[in-house]
Nanobody, 126 residues
């Protein structure tokens, strides 16, 4: 069973950039498709981006397209989310998630992911 720990969230100004990291332990990292979701209190968890087990395929939610980049380093058991041109509406808790499926299918819903981190807070000031 894999454990996930996010880091990198902080307060940033509108237009700024931030890179989130998620380190996995307790499993073979390259066995998992990885994703980032985000959540605002009182709202459903929203898909942000996902990357396949070897990093060859990626997918993005509408809010992330053109601004965010997901990547992974399997040698470091880490997945990243580079966020650029940040807006106040990007303010949320960002979660890392792992999907053990051997098939790459861009799953935009939280139910497709078996393992979750505790999240890291990103706040974008206007």
């Amino acid at each position: 069973q894999v454990q996930l720990e996010e880091s990198g969230g902080r307060l940033v100004q509108t237009g700024g950039s931030l890179r989130l990291s998620c380190v996995a332990s307790g499993g073979t990292f390259s066995d998992y498709n990885m994703a980032w979701f985000r959540q605002i209190p009182g709202r459903e968890r929203e898909f942000v981006a996902a990357v396949s087990r070897r990093g060859g395929s990626t997918g993005y939610g509408d809010s992330a397209k053109g601004r965010f980049i997901i990547s992974r380093e399997n040698s470091k058991n880490t997945v990243y989310l580079q966020m650029n041109s940040l807006k106040p509406e990007d303010t949320a808790v960002y979660y890392c998630a792992a999907d053990p499926s051997t098939v790459w299918s861009l799953d935009l819903t939280p139910v497709g992911y078996d393992y979750w981190g505790r999240g890291t807070q990103v706040t974008v000031s206007s």
